[in-house]
């Protein structure tokens, strides 16, 4: 499904909403391709204009959207596809390279991990599901924010048997150290819950980013595994690339953004879940030690 809301008329101009508008501008993005973005997540055309139009930057801060892209990272986190591979054989287990989009780097593997796997991380995870919270850009802390309605939670790395087993596996995978990567992120979406379209990587221009970067330096990709099928809903969708990815049990959608910046087309979010649950396992990997 491509619309983040049911129903335009309930639409609302949300303070999240705005911020990220505003993120848009200062990073250089253009009001028609905010425009298309907004369009191809769900929202309203009249509200989607309405948004933009009260967004949109004074004269006196003009030159932010003419700004420079940030430089290109000089290694990045990839698996090795030169041979074409239908499966990548990893120490412990065979993956599937079920898509690639190579121009933008987004891949889907099948089979990352076993449904046992996927079971074991749901329950080791849910006695400690809290509300799921977003980086806040003024301070590098974090918040809760309206565009994220999930539960969830961050294991630390290597904290059990299960997670060191899955962060070796990934690393082999993504020839990235496991040392430069967050711990797992696991979410829960229930009924209804979905996550508004967004970046990962922490915006340049944002004061709180400083402190975010010195744990470890910019994000670089982003590796979603899906711990359960929801009956009905719970996409993971890239409205610039009008690519839409189902959660599958086990599966794992992997993209990967050169620079914190919109030209990267790494736009996404989880569409609403309208049947059953979706639980996500999340890993960041960054471009230096994160500790």
Same mark, same amino acid.
């Not at 990220?20 to 425009?35: H, M, S, V, Y």
């Not at 992997?254 to 990267?264: Q, V």
């Not at 790494?266 to 569409?271: D, F, I, P």
């Given at each position: 499904?491509?619309?983040?809301?049911?129903?335009?008329?309930?639409?609302?101009?949300?303070?999240?909403?705005?911020?990220?508008?505003?993120?848009?501008?200062?990073?250089?993005?253009?009001?028609?391709?905010?425009?298309?973005?907004?369009?191809?997540?769900?929202?309203?055309?009249?509200?989607?204009?309405a948004?933009?139009?009260?967004?949109?930057?004074?004269?006196?801060?003009?030159?932010?959207?003419?700004?420079?892209?940030?430089?290109?990272?000089?290694?990045?986190?990839?698996?090795?596809?030169?041979?074409?591979?239908?499966?990548? %054989?990893?120490?412990?287990?065979?993956?599937? @390279?079920?898509?690639?989009?190579?121009?933008?780097?987004?891949?889907?593997?099948?089979?990352?991990?076993?449904?046992?796997e996927?079971?074991?991380? @749901?329950?080791?995870?849910?006695?400690?599901?809290?509300?799921?919270?977003?980086?806040?850009?003024?301070?590098?802390?974090?918040?809760?924010?309206?565009?994220?309605?999930?539960?969830?939670?961050?294991?630390?790395?290597?904290?059990?048997?299960?997670?060191?087993?899955?962060?070796?596996?990934?690393?082999?995978?993504?020839?990235?150290?496991?040392?430069?990567?967050?711990?797992?992120?696991?979410?829960?979406?229930?009924?209804?819950?979905?996550?508004?379209?967004?970046?990962?990587?922490?915006?340049?221009?944002?004061?709180?980013?400083?402190?975010?970067?010195?744990?470890?330096?910019?994000?670089?990709?982003?590796?979603?595994?899906?711990?359960?099928?929801?009956?009905?809903?719970?996409?993971?969708?890239?409205?610039?690339?009008?690519?839409?990815?189902?959660?599958?049990?086990? %599966?794992?959608v992997?993209?990967?953004?050169?620079?914190? %910046?919109?030209?990267?087309q790494?736009? %996404?979010?989880?569409?609403p879940?309208?049947?059953g649950?979706?639980?996500?396992?999340?890993?960041?990997?960054?471009?230096?030690?994160?500790?």
């Open positions: 499904m491509r619309s983040t809301q049911n129903q335009p008329s309930v639409q609302a101009v949300t303070p999240a909403l705005r911020s990220w508008i505003a993120e848009q501008f200062a990073a250089g993005c253009l009001a028609p391709d905010i425009l298309q973005s907004m369009r191809a997540s769900g929202w309203d055309d009249a509200v989607a204009r948004a933009l139009q009260a967004g949109m930057p004074g004269p006196g801060t003009a030159a932010l959207t003419q700004q420079a892209q940030p430089a290109i990272a000089t290694a990045m986190p990839t698996p090795d596809l030169s041979a074409a591979p239908s499966v990548i %054989h990893l120490p412990d287990r065979s993956v599937q @390279v079920l898509m690639s989009l190579a121009r933008h780097r987004v891949l889907l593997f099948g089979g990352l991990l076993s449904h046992d996927c079971d074991a991380l @749901v329950a080791l995870a849910a006695p400690r599901m809290a509300r799921s919270e977003t980086v806040d850009h003024r301070t590098g802390g974090s918040e809760v924010n309206d565009a994220r309605t999930s539960d969830g939670m961050f294991f630390e790395r290597g904290e059990a048997p299960l997670i060191v087993r899955i962060e070796a596996r990934i690393a082999a995978l993504l020839n990235w150290p496991v040392d430069k990567g967050e711990g797992l992120q696991v979410l829960h979406y229930r009924n209804g819950a979905q996550y508004l379209p967004h970046f990962d990587y922490f915006d340049p221009a944002q004061p709180g980013t400083p402190a975010v970067l010195a744990r470890g330096g910019q994000r670089l990709a982003t590796l979603i595994m899906y711990l359960s099928t929801p009956e009905r809903g719970g996409a993971t969708i890239f409205p610039d690339l009008d690519l839409e990815v189902a959660p599958t049990k086990g %599966h794992a992997f993209f990967s953004y050169e620079r914190p %910046h919109p030209s990267t790494t736009l %996404h979010g989880g569409a879940v309208t049947q649950d979706k639980w996500v396992a999340t890993k960041w990997l960054r471009e230096g030690v994160f500790g």
